[in-house]
C-alpha cells in the first residue's frame, strides 16, 4: 500500500513500556513521552524558530505528521514460507521524506519494533544530516518487521529479495531514485541480495549505485565498516580538542584518561570504542542486548579481546575478564565521563534521565535521547553531541561509494603510481642536493613515497567533512545561543531552504 501525501492529525499506536527501566534494546518509548516521530518534530520546531526561512517553505520541509510526514511512505505486506513449512505474514516499509535532491538516501533496518511512525521518522532525520554535512541527498528509510536473529540465512535471504522486488516494482529503489543503505540489523551481505536483485530485474549500467554498504566484491568501497564509528570518533576528538568545550565540564584536553561506558556493541559501538581506545580513553562499561560488562581492573575493558569473544561465542555476556551485568539499562547510569549510546532510539528518556551521571552524551544511534529527557540532562549540565551529526558518517561514506560505482572506478587507481612516481623523484633530487652522500633507509622512503589508497581518501574525505561540520555546528551554537542539536538542525533547515529557493519552488 503507497500512503501519499498523509493528513493532519494521523496518528499510528505508540508503545509504551510497562517496566521501571528499559531492559532491552529493543524498546520504544516511554509512558506519557513523545513518540519519535513526534521527537523529530519537536527538534524541528525549535530551530525552526531561529531560521531565517519563511512559514512556508519551512511548512514544506517540515516532519510532523499533522503536516507533512514524507512525501511518499510505502507499506508492504508479504508471506514468507519458513523452513519448517508454516508462512508467515511479513510487514514491512519504505519512507521517502524529502524529494528536494535526489535521489533519497537512508538504511533498512531489520527489527520487529519496525512501524510508519518510526520509519518516518527516520527518513526526515536523514534530511537533515544529509544537508547538514551536506551531502546532495534526499532523506528516506526502510524497515522490515522482523527479529533477524529468528531467521535462518535462506529465510532473510528470502525476505530481503522480496522486498527488493517490491521496491522495484514501485518504483522505490534506483541510482538516481532512492538508494537504501544498512542500518539495524542489516549488513553487507543484505546489501548484496539487494543489488542481485535489483540488477536481476532493471538493466542499469549504474546498477551497483542501486545500493550502498555493499561487500567490496560487489562495488562497495574501503573504510564503510568504521565509517559511522569513525566519524563518531572524530567529532569526539574534536570537542576534547576544544578548550571551551572542556573547560564547561570540568575536563582537560584529550580523550586520554576519560572513562567511558557504550550501549551497543554492535557495528558503531564496536568500531567507535576502538577507535576510542586506541586514542587512550577507558572503556569501563558495555551494555549489550542479553547482557553487559562492568570492568573491575581499572584500566578499562580490552575492545579487541570482548569482540573476539562476541565472535566466538554470539554474546559479550559472560566474557571472563569483566563482571557480567543482566540489567544491563543500568549500566548506562554508572558514573563516567562520556556515555555513547550506540543502539536504538529513546533510549535515556524522563524514566532514567535523572540518574545518568555522564558528563557528555555522545549519540551514535539515531534518536537515544528524548526531548524531555534532554531538558532534564542539560538542567544537569551535561552536554549533548546531536545524533544529526555524529553518526552522519555512514552516510557521508555511503556517498563516496555511490560516487565510485556510479564513475566505475575506484579512488586513487589513476593517481597512485603517478603520485608515488612523483614524490620518489623528489626525494632523489633532495638526496643528491642537500642529503652529502647520504640516503633515507628504504623504510623511510616507503612510507615518505606513499601513494593515496582508496582508503587514504575515503578516510581524509571523511574526517574533512565532520571537522567542518562540527566547526559550523559549534560556531553556529555559540552565535545563536543555542545547544549543538538546535544548530546542527538550524544550519540543514536553512541548506534546505536554499535548495527550495535556488530550484524555484518557492519565490
Not at 524514566?351 to 531538558?375: D, F, H, M, S, Y
Request: proline share 4%; net charge neutral.
Amino acid at each position: 500500500m503507497l500512503i501519499g501525501s498523509l493528513g493532519k492529525g494521523f496518528r499510528l499506536p505508540r508503545g509504551i513500556l510497562s517496566k521501571q527501566h528499559c531492559t532491552s534494546l529493543y524498546s520504544t518509548i516511554w509512558q506519557g513521552e513523545p513518540t519519535f516521530l513526534e521527537a523529530v518534530d519537536i527538534y524541528f520546531e525549535k530551530a525552526a524558530k531561529l531560521a531565517a526561512a519563511t512559514p512556508d517553505i519551512l511548512n514544506q520541509i517540515k516532519s510532523a505528521s499533522k503536516l507533512q510526514a514524507c512525501n511518499n511512505l510505502l507499506k508492504l505486506q508479504f508471506p514468507l514460507k519458513r523452513s519448517d513449512g508454516t508462512v508467515q505474514l511479513i510487514e514491512a516499509y519504505r519512507a521517502q521524506h524529502s524529494h528536494h535532491r535526489l535521489p533519497v538516501k537512508g538504511g533498512i533496518r531489520m527489527a520487529p519494533n519496525v512501524e510508519a511512525n518510526e520509519t518516518m521518522a527516520l527518513a526526515a532525520l536523514m534530511t537533515f544530516k544529509c544537508a547538514l554535512v551536506d551531502i546532495p541527498f534526499g532523506g528516506a528509510k526502510g524497515g522490515i518487521k522482523v527479529d533477524p536473529t529468528k531467521y535462518c540465512l535462506l529465510e532473510k535471504e528470502a525476505i530481503v529479495r522480496r522486498y527488493t522486488s517490491e521496491l522495484v516494482k514501485k518504483s522505490f529503489i534506483g541510482p538516481a531514485l532512492d538508494v537504501p543503505a544498512p542500518d539495524y540489523g542489516t549488513g553487507p551481505q543484505e546489501m548484496a541480495w539487494i543489488k542481485d536483485t535489483y540488477e536481476q530485474l532493471r538493466s542499469d549500467i549504474n546498477g551497483s549505485a542501486c545500493v550502498t554498504g555493499k561487500p567490496l566484491e560487489e562495488g562497495g568501497i574501503h573504510g564503510r565498516q568504521e565509517a559511522t564509528g569513525l566519524g563518531v570518533f572524530y567529532c569526539l576528538r574534536e570537542f576534547f580538542n576544544s578548550e571551551d568545550c572542556v573547560n564547561s565540564l570540568g575536563l582537560n584536553l584529550g580523550i586520554k584518561g576519560k572513562s567511558f561506558i557504550i550501549q551497543g556493541f554492535g557495528n558503531v559501538g564496536r568500531h567507535t570504542s576502538t577507535f576510542v581506545q586506541e586514542a587512550g580513553g577507558r572503556i569501563i562499561a558495555i551494555a549489550e542486548l542479553g547482557g553487559g560488562l562492568v570492568d573491575e581492573s581499572g584500566a578499562g575493558l580490552d575492545v579487541g579481546q570482548v569482540q573476539r569473544y562476541q565472535e566466538q561465542h554470539g554474546t559479550i555476556s559472560g566474557f571472563p575478564r569483566a563482571k557480567t551485568v543482566l540489567e544491563t539499562s543500568s549500566l548506562l547510569e554508572l558514573p563516567c565521563d562520556v556515555l555513547i549510546p550506540a543502539a536504538l532510539e529513546s533510549q535515556i528518556h524522563t524514566g532514567n534521565a535523572a540518574r545518568i551521571q555522564a558528563k557528555l552524551i555522545v549519540e551514535a544511534a539515531n534518536g537515544p535521547v528524548t526531548p524531555p529527557a534532554e531538558k532534564l540532562l542539560e538542567e544537569k549540565g551535561i552536554i549533548i553531541l546531536p545524533d544529526l551529526l555524529l553518526n552522519a558518517g555512514g552516510v557521508t561514506v555511503s556517498y563516496f561509494e555511490w560516487l565510485k560505482n556510479l564513475n566505475h572506478i575506484h579512488f586513487g587507481r589513476m593517481s597512485r603510481r603517478m603520485e608515488e612516481h612523483g614524490k620518489k623523484e623528489l626525494l632523489n633530487v633532495l638526496e643528491h642536493q642537500f642529503g652529502n652522500g647520504n640516503r633515507l633507509s628504504e623504510e623511510v622512503r616507503k612510507v615518505l613515497t606513499k601513494g593515496n589508497t582508496e582508503a587514504d581518501f575515503v578516510s581524509s574525505g571523511l574526517e574533512e567533512t565532520m571537522l567542518v561540520t562540527w566547526e559550523k555546528v559549534k560556531n553556529t551554537a555559540k552565535q545563536r545561543g543555542c545547544n549543538f542539536r538546535t544548530a546542527a538542525y538550524l544550519i540543514a533547515i536553512e541548506r534546505i531552504a536554499a535548495c527550495y529557493k535556488v530550484n524555484g519552488i518557492f519565490p
